[in-house]
């Protein structure tokens, strides 16, 4: 797997360096980037789920939780869509809340070989409670098969 370092423009504050929001001021630097209007991810980098990709905690005036504003997550490949929150990054049944499997990404890291759980029929959720992550997969809705 090969991980490097790239810039990006500043999600939250749209490159602009300035805090979107002007709480303590109109000429307020931006929190995330320091007033550069760049950010430095890590490549994997996708579209954060949670916020999708605004780097804005949603509905609110403040950075996201999940991608800490930068507006795009690391997630190591293999990677596969999280079956708990469905990729959307929120926590079922609280939509103010971060999806408790993959953080808010929408993406779980999962190696390969692997194969639908039987615990939960590949919808990550677990069959006594629904709100709650399968506990033979751990919310991801695959598991890792033996090698054959």
Known sequence: MNIKNIEKKCAFCDGKGLDPFGILSPLSICQVCGGKGKIMVFEPAIACAFCGGRGIYPGRRL???????????????????????????????????????????????????????????GSGRSRINSALPCGACGGKGMIKSEAR
């Open 63 to 121: 950075t996201c939780t999940a991608c800490g504003g930068k507006g795009v997550v690391t997630v190591k490949e293999p990677s596969i869509e999280c079956a708990y929150c469905g990729g959307t990054g929120i926590h079922l049944g609280e939509p103010k809340l971060t999806c408790s499997v993959c953080g808010g990404k929408g993406k779980v890291t999962m190696e390969e070989p692997r194969e639908t759980c039987k615990a939960c029929g």
